[in-house]
């Protein structure tokens, strides 16, 4: 699976947008782009996936680039209970294990 | 519809003991990990099954067994604990999109 680099912590305001950036420049063809967050102490949360298209469902959207080197994931309102982990992954489609890095730490301050 | 389950919430063991980490889904999904997290760390993959007596290690998977004689059952052994094996442990499954759900984790301290 291809690597990624997320920043370490963001802050956001309440009710504004937040924009999560991921880089995989080292992705393949068939390699997914997976967005999952970890609230304090909870096992992982799904958000969104998505392979070359922009994705959006009720929780976020996902922007991934033309050259599918770097994603970003949207969360439109951000709310205090969105503080969380927001782990950025690349897998492909049929395997059945993720590599998880560290994260990005979103700070959503009042 | 539980999703994925744990058993034991919580557990102390001394070293050298040894016990069982219980995972149950009843989503039907063929794939099943075991994952631990170390305070402040990442997610480290311990042992994964794709099916129904089809096992295989993940990046950790040293002091731990697994077996998979259900579609439901996913059960992490340790053999013989040790202080280094404290962390918290998920288990997750994975979904037609090839989405995992995570259970709500077991927080084993080993003294």
């Known amino acids: 699976d291809a690597k990624t680099t997320q920043p370490t912590s963001m802050d956001c305001a309440e009710g504004r947008a937040a924009n999560l950036p991921c880089n995989h420049s080292?992705?393949?063809?068939?390699?997914?782009v997976y967005w999952y967050r970890q609230i304090h102490s909870q096992g992982p949360q799904y958000i969104i996936h998505g392979l070359k298209n922009n994705e959006t469902n009720e929780m976020a959207s996902l922007i991934i680039t033309e050259d599918r080197k770097s994603s970003t994931l949207i969360l439109p309102h951000a709310t205090l209970r969105d503080t969380a982990v927001y782990y950025c992954?690349?897998?492909?489609?049929?395997?059945?294990?993720?590599?998880f890095g560290d994260g990005t730490t979103l700070t959503v301050k009042p | 519809n539980a999703g994925v389950t744990q058993t034991p919430k919580f557990q102390v063991l001394k070293t050298g003991q040894s016990m069982t980490l219980q995972c149950a889904q009843d989503?039907?999904?063929?794939?099943m990990s075991w994952y631990r997290q170390d305070p402040g760390m990442g997610l480290r993959l311990i042992h994964y099954?794709?099916?129904?007596?089809?096992?295989d290690q993940g990046e950790v998977p040293n002091g731990y067994n697994v077996s998979r004689s259900t579609t439901e059952d996913f059960p992490l052994r340790l053999l013989s604990a040790a202080p280094s094996q404290t962390s918290v442990y998920f288990c997750?499954?994975?979904?037609?999109?090839?989405?995992?759900?995570f259970g709500p984790g077991t927080r084993l301290t080993v003294l």
């Open positions: 080292t992705i393949s063809g068939n390699e997914y």
């Open positions: 992954i690349v897998r492909v489609e049929y395997a059945g294990k993720s590599t």
């Open positions: 099954s794709v099916g129904a007596g089809i096992t």
């Open positions: 997750a499954t994975q979904g037609p999109y090839n989405e995992q759900f």
């Open positions: 989503m039907n999904h063929e794939y």
